[in-house]
């Protein structure tokens, strides 16, 4: 049993006389005395005439998913199993990062045996799963002096996925693809290239090309000598390996401009994968710390940024220091073959760059090695303004973080077959331009 606001006004409005008329007035208390017992049992017939809230039927239509930043529409429908008209104010218990919108108290009239449904428009701010389980009931009666409450379970479901913003980059992207290939020659030999067909000899042709067997194979014996020449055709290499790694230790939770780090992450290696996707080349995906986190494995076109965005939904940064030294095996349980290594991780201070320093070696011996970090677009901004990257960090108090940033920096540009992409804010598409032209340069 709950007491409503009407019930505190009513019994505020029976103190009145003995504030106007004093404490010495025996009548004024006596009224007091008498309006409260009256009030008393209008609550107690208020209450009796209240549908019990219990007898409630609870149901709930949910979409399964939604991308982070799009809204969805949560519907409970309440139906009215008791003999009495329900009159209650709802409450779903969703969790605050599930972003209702507007007030979660909902007023319903249920005649008896009927159905209403409450429904509630929710824009999660968090990716993750996103759950209410209990809904509570306050049943009024028709007095609204009193009421009956009860806390049902009716659980709920979100998933609340990757937005992946930086698909507005990909139209471009796939026209710079598209070019790429447009240029590519057909009739090339060398490592990296797949047979394609084969065809008559036209002037120009690699001689190399000429595929012998072929040639015999087609000669006509009444041709008195004459030999028409077939060459074989070669296409570029589509089945090229990309391996994008994703820190998600504690250097993945600092926040650059409204989001973290590992959301930025996410947002490039999406962007990647779906390129390379449309390339022709197999994508393979990690989330490591000091455990593996999430993988994606063996999946291509639309089925891998599906199950991407899936294993991105509920992982969240680690408090904890990466373990760097266990990242080249889990490489080679990945591929055996010369692939692209993406690492997307933060490497601005000796303390988070380290161990990622001890183990490059070991992933340029045998691949081609991107390390990839967001910049703070605030210090960059400052930077330009004050002259230099020193007089900006000097201006803020963090000179030596500066100063052993950009030793860390200029370590990793000095490693063999390591190519390092840091913009501030435009990661995503400048990693995409970074891929595009190793493509184009043969180095994949």
Known sequence: MTITGRFTLLLALGAVPVVLFGGAADAAWAVLLGWLV???????????LAASPRRVALSRELPGRLRLGETATSELVVRNLGARRLRAVVRDGWTPSAGVQGANRTRVDVPPREARRVSLRLTPTRRGERRTEQVTLRSFGPLRVWARQATLAAPGRLRVLPPFHSRAHLPSRLTRLRELDGRTPLLIRGQGTEFDSIREYVRGDDVRSIDWRATARRADPESRGTTRLMVRTWRPERDRRIVIVVDTSRAAAARIGDEPRLDTAFESALLLAALASHAGDRVDFLAWDRRLRGRVHGAGGAELLARMVDSM?????????ADWTAVPAQVRRVTSRHALVVLLTAADSPGTARGLLSVLPQLTAGHTVIVASVADPDLVGASRERGSLDEAYRAAGAERGL?????????????????????PHELPPALADRYLELKAAGQL
């Open 403 to 423: 100063l052993d940033g950009e030793r860390v920096v200029a370590a990793i540009r000095r490693l063999g077959g390591l190519t390092v992409t840091a913009p």
């Open 313 to 321: 939904a509920d992982i969240d940064a680690e408090l904890i220091e």
């Open 38 to 48: 009256l009030l008393v049992v209008l609550g107690a017939v208020d209450l009796a």
